[in-house]
């Protein structure tokens, strides 16, 4: 029997932004999987090309038009090639992305990817096909259940989406919605799937993930509920989760990181601002020195904790002083690793509509030179302090190298050997080098 063509048809997908939208692609990917549909990684060979979108800044959601302009020839010398625009972009832009970027047949949102099917089966050849609906029914409910093949030792699976926090400066709660958290019995099968098929290591992702609560048995279950259930499972040896906000840390969560063994000793709390002012005006309704105080907490639970931050520069009204404040917290805190951006006023947010007391760009890019010194040094000084320890790495790609083989330590340090492991492995590793974006080491036998 020859093969139909719904079977040979090829599906381009690129993703920017954060990890959900790394997780969304792999579940738009198996969705489309039932429309005949198999990935390739060049948009050159694709009958169907998916943008997975970010938001998140202006940057971001630009790049993402002079992207869909690369693919105008694509289009002209193949008008049977379907082109989407899926994630938060397609959320807040909608039908305007079809208006700018004629040649878009399908613009589908975050909430809505599982009717990617009837879309894809709907848009091409003049017609278009748009749906970012926050639905009442659940996505993952409704999405079919994931392939069976073996999958990479780490994976990222989705807990939590959307933020009720509102801070002043975020599109998050416009774009994801309001908070939702799926229920644990599903989050417990997907990872015993994951498991199965070789996953020895998850990370639990939400938009703010430490919110999470779940329907479980008994009520309702918070994160440190859920991560101890996950340890139980066997064969999965390490439980991440990102990312947090400091408000929700509460306390058996950060019990959980001096007594289960599973959670890694690594955690994403971003701050934003060392300044109170500054953490006022974006709403973040915590102080910098309970932030301080919340990490102490933290510390006592997990000494050897590696913490990592999200900061934003030049948010509207930052002073010198307030900036001072922030770098001060940078010091005060000592991150393994973080992250800093400068101010981008999304629309729609309470911060860009106010649109004051913007703070000159030269500055603002003065101080996020500033702020990413001070980080990298940091970066740098944790890394260097590996050296002549043992870390646990969970091997996970073959390295550059002849017989070299990379991996994460458990403070998420990529780390390579030319030892004899496998991809899967859990080794003892002996730190002896500290290079500019990864440690060297040698097996412990
Ligand atoms: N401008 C700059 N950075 C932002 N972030 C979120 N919104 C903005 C914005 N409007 C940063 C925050 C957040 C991270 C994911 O992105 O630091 O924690
Ligand atoms: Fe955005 Fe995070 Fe604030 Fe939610 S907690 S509004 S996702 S920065």
Same mark, same amino acid.
């Given at each position: ?39 390739? =990684? ?13 938001? /998140? ?129 599903? /989050? ?148 393994? =690793? ?36 001070? /980080? ?70």
């Amino acid at each position: 029997m020859s093969e139909t063509p719904s079977n040979t048809k090829k599906l381009y997908i690129k993703t920017y932004g954060c990890q959900m939208n790394v997780y969304d692609s792999e579940r738009m990917a198996e969705a489309l999987g039932g429309s005949g549909y198999t990935e390739v =990684s060049s948009p050159e060979e694709a009958d169907m090309i998916l943008l997975n979108t970010c938001h /998140i800044r202006e940057k971001a959601a630009e790049k993402v038009y002079s992207e869909l302009g690369r693919y105008k020839d694509l289009k002209i010398a193949n008008p049977d090639l379907k082109i989407g625009v899926a994630g938060c972009v397609a959320q807040a832009e909608g039908e305007e992305i079809m208006r700018r970027q004629p040649m878009v047949d399908l613009v589908v949102g975050p909430q809505s990817y599982h009717r990617l099917p009837e879309l894809e089966a709907k848009a091409g050849h003049g017609q278009k096909a748009l749906d970012t609906d926050f639905p009442e029914e659940d996505k993952f409910e409704k999405l079919k259940s994931r392939p069976k093949a073996k999958r990479a030792p780490a994976a990222f699976l989705t807990v939590q989406e959307g933020c009720d926090k509102f801070c002043a400066f975020c599109v998050v709660p416009y774009t994801r919605g309001a908070e939702v958290s799926r229920p644990v019995d599903r /989050i417990l099968t997907e990872a015993r799937d994951l498991v199965e098929r070789g996953v020895r290591e998850i990370t639990l992702l939400g938009q703010n993930v430490n919110a999470y609560h779940g329907a479980g048995e008994g009520g309702t279950w918070g994160l440190a509920r859920l991560i101890r259930e996950l340890a139980k499972v066997d064969g999965l040896e390490r439980i991440r989760f990102t990312t947090s906000h400091p408000n929700d840390m509460e306390d058996d969560l950060i019990a959980a990181h001096g007594d289960c063994e599973k959670l890694m000793p690594y955690l994403h709390l971003p701050v934003q601002s060392g300044s109170d002012k500054i953490l006022k005006a974006m709403n973040r309704k915590h102080t910098a020195e309970e932030y301080l105080r919340l990490i102490e907490r933290i510390r006592a639970a997990r000494p050897d904790i590696a913490m990592s931050g999200d900061f934003i520069v030049g948010f509207p009204g930052e002073t010198d002083q307030d900036f001072e404040d922030t770098m001060s917290l940078v010091r005060e805190v000592g991150y393994g =690793s973080a992250f800093s951006f400068k101010y981008s006023p999304r629309p729609g947010t309470p911060a860009a509509e106010k649109g004051d007391k913007m703070v000159d760009p030269d500055v603002a890019s003065e101080r996020l030179h500033r702020l990413q010194s001070l /980080i990298t040094e940091q970066q740098h000084a944790f890394q260097d302090a590996m050296v002549g320890r043992e870390v646990s790495v969970l091997f996970e790609r073959k390295g550059r190298l002849p017989g070299q083989m990379v991996g994460k330590s458990e403070y998420l340090h990529a780390v390579h050997v030319t030892d004899d492991v496998a991809v899967g492995d859990i080794q003892r590793v002996r730190i002896i080098e500290s290079g500019p974006n990864s440690l060297g080491g040698v097996l412990l036998r």
